[in-house]
């Protein structure tokens, strides 16, 4: 968990994302995350979208002299809207953390 409430999956260097995924247990980790952050396990689109690119990003970055960059995998952002008749923004939680109504 980040200041704020902020959420994410997993937060390391390029390098060791990419020796993680090398090795297999990037995507062990990440289903493990979702799962406690969720609730319930990640759907097969989900993990293959994660084994298709997040290994591709880490290997461009560490290829680029950039391996020493910080990756912030799954960041769950706060949604931005603004209210009608109001210029002032608003903040929507996203849906995992929302109120059922």
């Not at 993680?20 to 990640?42: E, K, V």
């Not at 009608?84 to 953390?97: A, F, G």
Request: glycine share 6%; hydrophobic share 50%; proline share 10%.
């Amino acid at each position: 968990m980040l200041p704020g409430g902020k959420a994410l999956l997993l937060r390391a260097s390029a390098k060791t994302v990419a020796v993680m995924a090398f090795d297999g247990s990037l995507f062990l980790h990440l289903a493990d995350q979702f799962a406690h952050m969720h609730g319930y396990r990640p759907s097969p689109s989900e993990a293959r979208s994660w084994e298709c690119s997040i290994p591709v990003l880490a290997a461009a970055l560490t290829d680029a002299g950039l391996g020493d960059v910080e990756m912030m995998l799954e960041y769950a952002l706060l949604l931005i809207a603004s209210v009608p008749m109001s210029s002032s923004p608003v903040c929507i939680p996203p849906p995992e953390n929302r109120p059922m109504s």
